[in-house]
C-alpha cells in the first residue's frame, strides 16, 4: 500500500519541484489576472485577501432548532452552516446503506427482491432528488442533508454490498466448523470484519463526494458554503468566490486525511 | 484401537455424490465405504479426480451426500460441528486476526470467560511452537506458520476429530517434513482421530496408520492399506519403499 519508504533525495526532490510548480501557477495566474477586473477574474493576492477577511470578520450563527447564538467568523459560521448538513446526512445516509449492502449481500431473498429496484434508482443523480427535498423539507438543512444522503447511500451500499459477496467461502466455512451455526454471529464475526477494506472505501468515497453534494445542494439556496460561493460571484466579490472554493478543497483534504490515517489503523491486517 | 462402544469413530458408508453441472450430471464419488477407529491416523490418498476433496467435505458436513451415510460415533452427520476440527491446503485463517485472535475464534462461541479463552489458545499456540508470534497478522506468517496456526485453531476446540485437506501442500519439502514431526507429536500428545486426505504418497506413508485408496472417476475405495511401521518412519527403509511403490501402483 505505497508504504515503502522512499529514500530522502527522492522526498526532497519531489518537495522542491512541488515548491516550484506550485509557485509557477500562481505567477502565471497574477500574472494573467492583474490586468482584468476582478469580478472576471480575481488575483491569487485578492483571494488571500478575501479568505483572510471571510475567516477574521466576526459574525454570529444561530443554532438551528435550539435558537442559541454563537459568536463566530463570517467562514466558520458559513462552515458550520455546511457540515449542518453535510455530517447527519453522510452519517445516516453512509449507515442506511452500509446496513443494506450488507443485508442484501447477505441475503438472497433480499438481493432478489430488490435488485430491480435498486437496479432503477441508482443511476438517478442524488441531486435529481431535490424536488422531494424542497416538497418535503423545504431549502434547507434537512432538505440539504437529504440530498447528501441519497449521495451517501448509494455509495456505501455498493461498497458493502460487495464486500459481502467477496467474502470467502473458505471463512464462512471454517467459522461453521468453530461453531458459528446463526446468521447473526456469522456477520458479526466474519462478514463484516472481512468486508471492512470495501466499507471503509465507500465511506472515504463518500466522504468526498459528499462535498461536491454538499455545494450543489446548497446552489439551491440551503446556507454554507456552496450558498456563499454563488452568493458572492452574484454580488461581483469573484474573490470572495474563489476563496470559498479553496475552503471546500482545504475541507476535503483534512477529513480525507484523517479518514486515511482512520483506515489505516483499522486495516493493519490487510496485505 | 476400537472405540469404547465398538463403534467406528467415523463410519463411512455407501456414499455417493452427484453433481448438477452445466452440460449434465457428474459423478464424484461411488459407493464409498471405510471406517476409522477412535485414536487411529487415517490417509486418503488417490489421483486429482477421484474425489479426494468431495469426500472430506461430506464429511465435514459441509456438503451432503446424494446417498449413503457418514456416521460419527453413530450418529448421522448433519453440517460442519465442533466435534471435527478443520485444517485447509489453504489455511482459512481470518487475516483480519492476530495468530492468538484466529485460535480463540472458537472458544469464542461457547461460554467461557475471556481470560481462560486466552488460555486455552495460548497453550495451543505453544503447542504448535508460535508463542513468540501470538500478536502477528497472518500476512506476517509464512505459509508453514500460517498451517500451524490453522491446527491450534482446529485443536482449540477440542474436538474429537482432526479432517486435513492436503494442509502441507503449498509448503515446502523442509518444512512439510519438519511439519509432519510436529504433527505426529501433537498426534500422540492429545489421542486425536486423524483424517488427512492427500495425494503425495510419500506423506501417507509418513504418516498413516492406515491408507485409504481412492481411484477412478468417479471415485472409489480401490483399497484399504495398513502400513505396519515404527515410527519415527525413515524414508530410506526398505519397507517404507515398498509400501511407497505399492500405493503408487495403486493410484496410476
Redesign the interface.
Same mark, same amino acid.
Given at each position: 500500500m505505497g508504504d515503502t519508504p522512499f529514500d530522502e533525495e527522492q522526498a526532497g526532490r519531489r518537495l522542491f519541484r512541488g515548491a516550484v510548480g506550485t509557485a509557477a501557477f500562481l505567477v502565471i495566474w497574477q500574472v494573467a489576472a492583474t490586468p482584468v477586473p476582478t469580478f472576471l477574474l480575481p488575483t491569487p493576492v485578492e483571494v488571500a485577501r478575501a479568505f483572510v477577511v471571510e475567516l477574521t470578520a466576526p459574525a454570529v450563527f444561530e443554532v438551528p432548532i435550539v435558537g442559541a447564538e454563537v459568536g463566530l467568523t463570517r467562514l466558520l459560521v458559513n462552515l458550520v452552516d455546511s457540515l449542518y448538513h453535510y455530517i447527519p446526512g453522510l452519517v445516516v445516509g453512509g449507515t442506511a446503506g452500509i446496513a443494506a449492502g450488507i443485508a442484501m449481500g447477505w441475503s438472497d431473498l433480499l438481493n432478489e427482491a430488490f435488485t430491480p429496484i435498486q437496479r432503477v434508482l441508482r443511476p438517478i443523480p442524488p441531486l435529481a432528488w431535490i424536488a422531494f427535498a424542497i416538497v418535503w423539507l423545504g431549502v434547507n438543512h434537512s432538505g440539504a442533508a437529504f440530498i447528501v444522503g441519497i449521495g451517501a447511500f448509494w455509495v456505501n451500499f455498493y461498497n458493502a454490498y460487495a464486500g459481502v459477496e467477496g467474502v470467502?467461502q473458505? =471463512?464462512k466455512? @471454517?467459522?461453521? =466448523?468453530?461453531? @458459528?451455526?446463526d446468521d447473526i454471529?456469522m456477520i458479526r464475526?466474519?462478514v463484516i470484519?472481512?468486508a471492512?477494506p470495501e466499507i471503509m472505501t465507500g465511506i472515504r468515497t463518500s466522504i468526498g463526494q459528499g462535498w461536491m453534494i454538499v455545494v450543489a445542494a446548497e446552489l439551491f439556496g440551503a446556507p454554507g458554503i456552496g450558498f456563499q460561493i454563488i452568493n458572492a460571484a452574484q454580488n461581483l466579490s469573484l474573490d470572495v468566490s474563489v476563496a470559498y472554493m479553496f475552503v471546500i478543497s482545504l475541507v476535503f483534504l483534512v477529513s480525507d486525511g484523517v479518514f486515511r490515517r482512520v483506515e489505516r489503523r483499522v486495516l493493519?491486517?490487510?496485505? | 484401537m476400537a472405540g469404547v462402544s465398538g463403534e467406528a469413530k467415523i463410519a463411512v458408508d455407501g456414499v455417493h455424490k452427484r453433481f448438477q453441472s452445466g452440460s449434465g450430471v457428474v459423478e464424484a464419488l461411488r459407493d464409498v465405504t471405510f471406517s476409522v477407529q477412535e485414536g487411529e491416523f487415517v490417509c486418503i490418498i488417490g489421483s486429482s479426480g477421484a474425489g479426494k476433496t468431495t469426500l472430506f467435505r461430506i464429511i465435514a458436513g459441509l456438503e451432503e451426500p446424494t446417498s449413503g451415510t457418514v456416521r460419527l460415533d453413530g450418529e448421522p452427520v448433519d453440517g460442519p460441528g465442533t466435534d471435527r476440527g478443520m485444517v485447509f491446503q489453504e489455511y482459512g485463517l481470518f487475516p483480519w486476526r492476530t495468530v492468538l485472535g484466529n485460535v480463540t475464534f472458537g472458544l469464542e462461541q461457547r461460554a467461557m470467560s475471556g481470560s481462560a479463552r486466552r488460555e486455552r489458545a495460548r497453550e495451543m499456540i505453544d503447542l504448535v511452537g508460535l508463542g513468540e508470534s501470538k500478536d502477528s497478522y497472518p500476512k506476517e506468517l509464512s505459509g508453514g506458520m500460517k498451517q500451524r496456526v490453522g491446527i491450534a485453531r482446529a485443536l482449540a476446540v477440542d474436538p474429537e476429530i482432526l479432517l486435513m485437506d492436503e494442509p502441507f501442500g503449498s509448503v515446502d519439502a523442509q518444512t512439510k517434513q519438519r511439519l509432519h514431526g510436529e504433527l505426529l507429536d501433537v498426534w500422540g500428545e492429545t489421542g486425536k482421530t486423524v483424517l488427512f486426505v492427500t495425494h503425495d504418497v510419500d506423506e501417507a506413508v509418513t504418516l498413516a496408520d492406515r491408507v485409504v485408496v481412492l481411484t477412478g472417476s468417479p471415485g472409489s475405495v480401490h483399497e484399504v492399506v495398513d502400513v505396519n511401521l515404527d515410527r519415527p518412519r525413515a524414508r530410506t527403509d526398505d519397507a517404507f519403499a515398498e509400501y511407497e511403490s505399492r500405493l503408487r501402483e495403486a493410484i496410476e
Open positions: 470467502s473458505g =471463512s466455512e @471454517v467459522a461453521a =466448523s468453530l461453531g @458459528v451455526d454471529t464475526k466474519v470484519p472481512s471492512t493493519v491486517w490487510r496485505e | -
